[in-house]
């Protein structure tokens, strides 16, 4: 049975830091390309980072500068620091792991919430 749980979201200040993290069990971790999405309400779930199983990076133009993705492979973990929080920043965040479209799996998402 495939699980990503993520964990590490929370009510912060602008500015302010948040690290979440997604565990994965279930799956060949080192193998998937693995993502952060978000989705504030009425809004649709976008990309915010991901790393290929290579370790190459890439961020949404909001997160440019501001997030750092990073995987651990030996711990089956992925990682998202988020540093310089803004209000515009508050949604639910999703970690995602992919392989091929018909072979991705989703985790049920953490609060984050930027207040001014």
């Known amino acids: 049975q495939v699980q990503l749980v993520e964990s590490g979201g929370g009510l912060v200040q602008s500015g302010g830091s948040l690290r979440l993290s997604c565990a994965a069990s279930?799956?060949?971790?080192?193998?998937?390309?693995m993502g952060w999405y978000r989705q504030a309400p009425g809004k649709q779930r976008e990309l915010v980072a991901a790393i290929t199983r290579g370790g190459s990076a890439n961020y949404a133009d909001s997160a440019q500068g501001r997030f750092t993705i990073s995987r651990d492979n030996a711990k089956n973990t992925v990682y998202l620091q988020m540093n310089s929080l803004k209000p515009e920043d508050t949604a639910v965040y999703y970690c995602n792991a992919y392989l091929t479209v018909v072979n991705g799996h989703w985790g049920q998402g953490t609060q984050v919430t930027v207040s001014s």
């Open positions: 279930g799956i060949l971790f080192r193998l998937y390309t």
